[in-house]
């Protein structure tokens, strides 16, 4: 699968879980029911609802969170991969929830190095062989 298509996935389930406890959460539901009718997408509306009530169980619970959004990264990677168009639908899903799911703690890093590559990752200013600017 191409990286794009693996970043929307991974974009997909972010804003999905993020908005499950917050009150945009039926906006979700509404969403997900624009993919193409399969039996695996029939499922999603109780799945969605089963999600939610672990997550408002437990808010604080990270862990959780994680792996809810790993096993929606993974589904959604499976429905674009079976279906291109819904990454249409997919594409919908983060516009419209990414800007209201829940805040993500802390910046994510993703780098890959390749042979003798170095990789500098940083969140504020970075300064090699001098002294920071004022």
């Known amino acids: 699968m191409d990286t794009e ?4 996935a991974a974009s997909a389930a972010n804003a999905l879980v993020g908005a499950l ?4 959460w039926e906006r979700a539901r509404a969403l997900l029911a624009r993919l193409r009718r399969t039996p695996d997408t029939d499922r999603l509306p109780l799945e969605l609802d089963r999600d ?4 408002l169980a ?4 990270r862990r959780t969170r994680d792996d809810l959004t790993a096993a929606w990264r993974l589904r959604f990677r ?13 594409l919908d899903l983060v516009a419209e929830l990414a800007p209201h799911a ?4 802390g910046p ?10 170095r990789i500098y990752q940083a969140t504020g200013d ?9």
């Open 52 to 55: 939610r009530a672990l997550l």
């Open 5 to 8: 298509l693996t970043t929307l």
């Open 108 to 117: 994510v890093f993703n780098a890959e190095s390749h042979d003798r590559s």
């Open 58 to 61: 437990e808010p604080a619970d």
């Open 21 to 24: 406890t917050t009150e945009t």
């Open 78 to 90: 499976r429905l674009i991969e079976d279906d291109p168009d819904a990454a249409r639908a997919l």
């Open 102 to 105: 829940a805040p993500q703690p």
């Open 126 to 134: 970075m300064n090699f062989g001098q002294a920071p600017k004022p």
